[in-house]
Nanobody, 124 residues
Framework: VQLQACGGGLVQAGGSLRLSCAAS????????VGWFRQAPGKQREFVAV????????SYADSVKGRFTISRDNGQNTGSLQMSSLKVDDTAVYYC??????????????????WGQGTLVTVSS
């Protein structure tokens, strides 16, 4: 599975942005899709993840109620809708995927596939 994220940009605090993750590979429908972010000088951190069938979702506490993760297996895409953005949300955002496992991955090491990052900058 190959992943490619896009949709980043500059947005004012309080605004919204939608990130997309395009996937190639016939095993994508069986892959959980996650989003991570990495701010300058900080470690890459978990944002959200959705199971292959969309039935189970997990969010980091810092984005609950503001971000929504989704996927479309027919289009081989994943999305992250971000609302009420804060300056602290500024980071490079990465989409990632992991093979079926008992629990959803929330750690970098639990993921098998990574896309390149897309920069999100939130201004005050």
């Amino acid at each position: 599975v190959q992943l490619q994220a896009c949709g980043g940009g500059l947005v004012q605090a309080g605004g919204s942005l939608r990130l997309s993750c395009a996937a190639s590979g016939r095993t994508f429908p069986a892959t959980a899709v996650g989003w991570f972010r990495q701010a300058p000088g900080k470690q890459r951190e978990f944002v959200a993840v959705v199971t292959w069938d969309g039935r189970s979702i997990s969010y980091a506490d810092s984005v609950k109620g503001r971000f929504t993760i989704s996927r479309d297996n027919g289009q081989n895409t994943g999305s992250l809708q971000m609302s009420s953005l804060k300056v602290d949300d500024t980071a490079v955002y990465y989409c990632a995927g992991h093979k079926p496992r008992l629990r959803l991955g929330i750690r970098v090491g639990e993921y098998d596939y990574w896309g390149q990052g897309t920069l999100v900058t939130v201004s005050s």
